[in-house]
């Protein structure tokens, strides 16, 4: 009869094998950016599958306002940057917002820039800093 010392210790390893991989996989579906995205409405990247659901351009305030539709829950998008197709920041004119379940979709992520945006742009995730 085997010992219940290694009965124990096999137990132990597997558990902690298991729940490895467990963890792996869900680290392996966080989502660190999207591909470049044209602002443009209805379009759909082509990396992560980011959705421009919205675009409009205020002349009073001189602000664009973007909505994006990501596959992300609202928890995992606690800090936002935006990058030009060259990898440089682009200045929000005031702090994004996230609503949850935009129309039934996903998680919108609402920009706005200082500037009519025209150009193509990426949107970096991460947890805080």
Do not use: W
């Amino acid at each position: 009869m085997p010992n219940n010392h290694i009965i124990n210790n096999l137990f132990s390893l597997t558990t902690i094998l298991i729940s490895t991989l467990l963890l792996s996989g869900c680290m392996a579906t966080r989502i660190e950016k999207t591909g470049l995205l044209i602002p443009q409405a209805g379009y759909v990247g082509n990396e992560v599958g980011a959705t421009v659901k919205q675009v409009s351009y205020d002349n009073d305030n001189q602000l664009t306002e973007i909505i994006v539709l990501v596959p992300q829950t609202e928890q995992q998008l606690h800090t936002i940057k935006i990058k030009d197709a060259n990898e440089k920041t682009i200045k929000q004119a005031k702090p994004y917002s996230v609503q949850k379940n935009i129309d039934g979709e996903a998680t919108g992520v609402i920009l706005y820039i200082n500037k009519q945006q025209t150009l193509p742009f990426r949107l970096y995730f991460s947890e805080g800093e």
